[in-house]
């Protein structure tokens, strides 16, 4: 099984091995991938190479969901899943012996302010301003993906199903692209 690789440098070769896979996969077998990461260190998550395949393998999974021009920043994400990894799900499906990225999910909690401002301008919100706030009840659907073939199958009815199962307690849910 070809692994998502924990160090950056590997990163291109991987991702151009995984598009070439997306655009075969077919395959109903599906694993899900959840975040659960704490700060163990000052250097955050970052120094542990599983959270960096976590995260490897949600910026796959957004590169091929969307086209150029509408994928996830990196730096955005690494970010964001650095601040709160549990609310990140990574899905992914067996092709011919390889697990291949193929969506997912992720929500954090933000600010009551940083909602008062989304809510008064969309339009206006900058991506840079929407932190996880880790003592808010307000929760803000950062992505929910799946490659093109997926959609409407049973694999996207489950994943949406965890999603909406993994947000319930929270006060509101915001959801905007930013």
Known sequence: MREIPAHWEDAAAWLAWVQRKQRQASQME????????AASSSLGPYQDADFRRFVLGLYAADLGCYPKGVQVDFDRLLYTVGRFSR???????????????????GWHP??????????????QADPDFLQPDLHSEILYLFNYSVLP????????KSLLEQLAQEVQGGRILCAGTV
Do not use: C, H
């Open 30 to 37: 599906w694993k899900i991938w959840s975040g659960s990461w």
């Open 87 to 105: 609310g990140f799900s990574l899905w992914m499906v067996q092709e011919e012996g390889d697990w291949i990225p193929v969506g997912y999910s």
């Open 110 to 123: 933000i600010s009551s302010f940083v909602f008062s401002a989304i809510n008064a301008a969309p339009e």
């Open 149 to 156: 073939q997926y959609r409407r199958t049973i694999l996207s």
